[in-house]
Structure formats: structure tokens, C-alpha cells
């Protein structure tokens, strides 16, 4: 399956350097670049910077690496789930709060979570549903999120565990930070940022408590992501919560280019 392989990145090295070159060039650095489970999958892992910015880069990644690998007769592929014989494609997003000075409001000396990161996990837990076709635009979006591919089905979160939504890596205080694992390479990186804040933001806003972290197999769980695009629609449109967020005009315009699109 190819995932972390040292010997394809080695053989195609000329072209892992090249995309490297080019995002340095572009102003949209890397932190890693490597092989992923299947054949052909690459995981780029974009250096982290402010929303609005995270949202440029990605956008631009996208953009400029299929422009760069068409140039050599290949194609740079960002469905969320481009085979039934192998998991999707993701586009993870990990999120951290800064207070004015610019420190993190997720970091603890102690060894427990603090309130802040634990509202925040409540709030995508409670509102990410009624979110998620910003997320996940497309009907090919839905059919990444089935059990067993790395790819969520509920809105379980976890410490160190990949089978939930909502992942809490381990890490420094300092580096503390929640990896939203619902978005799929299709996703809108400005939409799904926005989304995950919004949530984010509802939960601290309304001192959300999380459910209690998931250690085994999220899948095992009742599947309750929506399955289906128009299921996700029909969430976004009696969303008094998304409208409040993010504007009456925006939810009815998006709305209706949606349904459109699916039509």
C-alpha cells in the first residue's frame, strides 16, 4: 500500500523536490511530504499559519500543484474518495486558539485538558452536523466517510486516536490543538475553516461540554455523520445557528447554489 514508503519518495525524488521548491517559492511551506496508503497518495502537511492565510495556502496548493504535475502528463487528483478499493482522501485541519499576546489558549502546565480546548471539542461535537456541507460539498464527499477507511462516521473525539472526528494529537502544551478529520481533499479550505471556528466559537461561547473522549473504535459507534449530501442540506437550511454565525445572506446564497449543484 505504499503509506511512509522511503523507496517510491527516493525514486521519485526529483519530483518531491520540485513540489517542495515550488511551495517555498509560493509562499505556502511544507512540513511534510511523504507517500500515504495507496497507490499514487501523497500527504502534504502545510506549515501552520492564521486562518485567513491556512486558507490561501491551501487554496493555492491545490491550484498550483495540478498545474505542476500536469505539465509533466500526471494528474493531481482532489476527490475525497477517487476508488471503492481504497481509503479517501482527507484534508485535515488543525485548529489553535492565540489570545491577543499570542499565546495559546489550549496550553496547560497540567497534565488535564483545559476548559477552553473542551468547549471547543463541544462545540463541533454539537454543531458540526448542521455544518458539514461546508465540509463536505460535494456527493463524492460522503462516500469518503464510510467505516473502516480513516475517514470518520461520527462526532467522536479522542486523544492520539484516528478513528474519531475530532483527534487531540499529542503534543507540547504549547503545541496543544484539535485535527478536524471530517474534511475531505475536496473540501473548501476557507469554508471548512470558517465552519470549524464557528462551531469552535458556539462552543465557547455557550460553555459546551464534550462527551466523554472515545479510546477504542469509533466505528463501532452509531454512524452519525450525514450520509448523503442532501441529508447535509437539509441540516444547513433550518440551521438557526449557522445563520446567527455566519449571516442569513450567506446561507441562503450557499444553500441554493448546493441544491443547484446536486440538481
Known sequence: MFGYSVLRNSVESDLYNELLELCISM????????????????EAAILVDESLNSADKATLFKTFSKVMFQKKGLIANFMAKWS???????????LSL????????????????????????????TYM???SVMIAPTVNSYKRLCPGAWAPINMTW????????????????????????????DTNPYLAIAASLACGYL?????????????????????????????????????NELSETLGNEFVTLFTEIKQTEHD
Not at 471503492?84 to 488543525?94: C, E, L, M, S, T
Not at 502544551?173 to 471530517?182: D, L, W
Open 27 to 42: 509562499d505556502m511551506p511544507l512540513e511534510g511530504l511523504h507517500t500515504e496508503t495507496g497507490p499514487g497518495v501523497l
Open 84 to 94: 471503492a478499493d481504497y481509503p479517501g482522501q482527507a484534508g485535515h485541519i488543525h
Open 98 to 125: 492565540q489570545d491577543e499576546k499570542g499565546k495559546s489558549i489550549f496550553a496547560s502546565s497540567k497534565d488535564e485538558l483545559p476548559k477552553s480546548l473542551l468547549y471547543f471539542i463541544g462545540g463541533l461535537q
Open 129 to 131: 452536523r448542521e455544518f
Open 158 to 185: 479522542g486523544i492520539e486516536n484516528r478513528t474519531v472526528a475530532f483527534r487531540v494529537p499529542t503534543s507540547s502544551p504549547e503545541s496543544r490543538r484539535i485535527e478536524n478529520r471530517i474534511p475531505g481533499a
Open 203 to 239: 462552543g465557547l461561547k455557550e460553555k459546551l461540554e464534550p462527551e466523554k473522549p472515545t479510546a477504542g473504535d469509533a466505528f463501532e459507534r452509531r454512524h452519525n455523520i450525514p450520509k448523503y449530501l442532501p441529508d447535509a442540506l437539509k441540516r444547513l437550511k433550518v440551521s
